[in-house]
């Protein structure tokens, strides 16, 4: 059954002053505002300020004096915050992902699972901070007289900038490392999806969060990204490849660091011991969750000559059995695409591969029947390195499906491309597709799963190789980048060096011996 987009009824929480509220959260002079639409029927929620360079620097202002008292702030004093904030935003889950539904038009289940990343980030960070966090004492040149202690100092103020396919996870759980590690935020989200973060932040505030020490600036990309960056001390940037090379240049200019997190062109490899069923499955929410638009969703499909046919009956149908709507309620798989700009993307991307002589086996329109911005879930065949699809990432629910001979084949077909973010891997012999997965380009490889697997083991760090991205969020890494080192040395007594007027002779041979003594002894 398809429900007319007009006649959709809005959450309940969705009220004008809850919105008014939010946004007045962003420094933001700058006119016109930009008209913040419900992505199923297209009206305007809210009117978004934008900022100017003057905001922005007014912002960091703010930031800056914030992040002093809260540095100052004994580590346990800072992590009672996140304690608190762990459980707010459960308390909280439906109405973030009410926020979420409006801004972006993915359907309810993604939406909610959304909202479980910041919090699964809390929980690792809140057990592992005190340990990374924590000074440690290296030994110094000379045992006893020297000793060498590493701390890690905070940057001083970040600048995330997040996309808006997950923007409360992008815009928020970055941050949350990055605040313990006892930095400031100003954070700039996609103007289409602005509010789930900035309700994120009213209930980090809310957790007793310092008021100023995250702030939001909001407006285009090329218009604020550079006083943006210009002002920060470490960007953490989540987006396209063609953005992320711009930003990173800039970051470089400055000498300052950044952590870029891009897109991908993710294969799927399909060994011939696969379960069918658990593969069709997978490959479902691999192609099509959030409509796929996913940073680390299946485009890609190699599966062996022997089972191809056999897949692809199955594939198919299930694709055609998908609930594709508009709706506030668990029931749809798929929702919307983010805009209608984006339903152009897409339908460029399958119309171009159709001219060229691909096949569509089933999907490939627009659904504005169903909402200005809803495509259908599109399995393609016989695309080729010569179409749009085949080589840049079309972030929609379009996948193209490939045969193969060999796994070597497979393989390299799978690496054949500038991108590396993802990878899923499906097999009965579960060390044979580990071999496999070994063997691709790619900074997450999943086995028997498509993307859940690697993302939600936040112990461990999850970045893209290639044209992917430079660094990664979550493991040690993903909060040590946010932190300088010091090296705190300690001399006791002044004993290196030679002193005037020694015998040079006895210096430098009582230097070489103890340099061979302490080896021999392994001191040092
Ligand atoms: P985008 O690069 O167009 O925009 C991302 C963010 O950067 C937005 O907030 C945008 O306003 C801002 N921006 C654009 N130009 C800028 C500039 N010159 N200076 C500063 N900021 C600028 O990407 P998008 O289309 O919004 O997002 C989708 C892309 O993000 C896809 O490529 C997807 O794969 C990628 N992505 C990657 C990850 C990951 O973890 N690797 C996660 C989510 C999305």
Redesign the pocket.
């Known amino acids: 059954m398809t429900i007319a987009p007009q006649r959709l009824a809005r959450p309940a929480s969705i009220t004008d002053r809850f919105l008014q509220g939010l946004v007045s959260r962003v420094q933001g002079s700058a006119a016109p505002p930009w008209p913040l639409t419900e992505v199923y029927t297209g009206e305007v929620l809210v009117d978004l300020p934008q900022s100017t360079p003057t905001d922005i620097e007014r912002a960091f202002a703010a930031a800056r004096a914030a992040q002093v008292e809260w540095a100052a702030r004994p580590l346990r004093a800072r992590l009672e915050v996140f304690k608190r904030a762990h459980t707010i935003f459960l308390d909280n889950a439906h109405l973030t992902t009410d926020l979420i539904q409006v801004e972006s038009g993915k359907n309810r289940r993604m939406a909610i699972e959304e909202t479980c990343d910041p919090v699964m980030v809390m929980s690792h960070y809140l057990k592992r901070a005190p340990k990374l966090l924590a000074p440690v004492k290296r030994g110094g040149p000379v045992p006893f007289l020297t000793t060498s202690t590493e701390i890690r100092q905070p940057k001083g103020v970040v600048a995330i900038?997040?996309?808006?396919?997950?923007p409360f996870a992008?815009g928020i759980s970055d941050a949350i490392s990055a605040l313990m590690a006892g930095n400031a935020i100003v954070l700039?989200?996609?103007?289409k999806t602005a509010l789930s973060p900035l309700h994120g932040i009213a209930m980090l505030e809310e957790a007793g969060l310092p008021k100023g020490l995250f702030q939001v600036v909001c407006g285009?990309?090329?218009d604020?990204?550079p006083t943006?960056i210009d002002n920060a001390n470490y960007v953490m940037?989540?987006?396209?490849?063609?953005?992320?090379r711009?930003?990173g240049e800039r970051a470089g200019r400055n000498l300052i660091g950044c952590c870029l997190?891009?897109?991908?062109k993710n294969p799927m490899l399909v060994l011939e011991d696969a379960d069918l069923d658990d593969v069709v499955q997978g490959a479902i929410f691999g192609a099509f969750g959030n409509t796929g638009q996913i940073?680390m969703h299946i485009e890609r499909m190699y599966l062996p000559e022997s089972r191809y046919e056999e897949f692809k009956a199955k594939f198919v149908a299930a694709t055609e059995a998908l609930d594709v709507r508009a709706a506030y309620d668990f029931g749809p798989d798929l929702g919307s695409l983010v805009s209608p700009d984006h339903v152009e993307r897409v339908k460029a991307h399958v119309d171009d591969a159709v001219a060229k002589g691909a096949t569509v086996l089933t999907g490939g329109r627009p659904r504005p029947d169903l909402g200005p911005a809803f495509f259908e879930p599109t399995i393609l065949e016989g695309v080729t390195t010569e179409m749009l699809c085949g080589v840049t990432?079309t972030?929609g629910p379009v996948v193209a499906l490939h045969p193969y001979r060999t796994v070597d084949e497979a393989v390299a077909l799978a690496n054949d491309t500038d991108y590396g973010?993802n990878a899923s891997v499906w097999g009965g012999d579960v060390e044979a597709a580990a071999a496999v997965g070994r063997r691709i380009e790619s900074g997450n490889v999943n086995i028997n799963d498509i993307l859940a697997t690697a993302f939600a083991s936040k112990g461990t760090p999850s970045g893209?190789v290639k044209q992917?991205?430079v660094g990664a969020r979550h493991g040690d890494q993903g909060l040590l980048k946010y932190t300088d080192v010091q090296n705190l040395a300690v001399l006791k007594k002044q004993v290196m060096g030679a002193r005037p007027g020694q015998d040079y002779d006895a210096y430098v041979k009582g230097m070489l011996g103890g340099l061979r003594m302490m080896r021999r002894t392994r001191i040092r």
Do not use: R, Y
């Open positions: 900038i997040a996309p808006w396919n997950f992008t700039k989200p996609d103007n285009e990309g090329p604020v990204g943006l940037f989540t987006g396209s490849t063609a953005t992320g711009v930003i997190e891009l897109g991908g940073c990432e972030f973010l893209g992917s991205g």
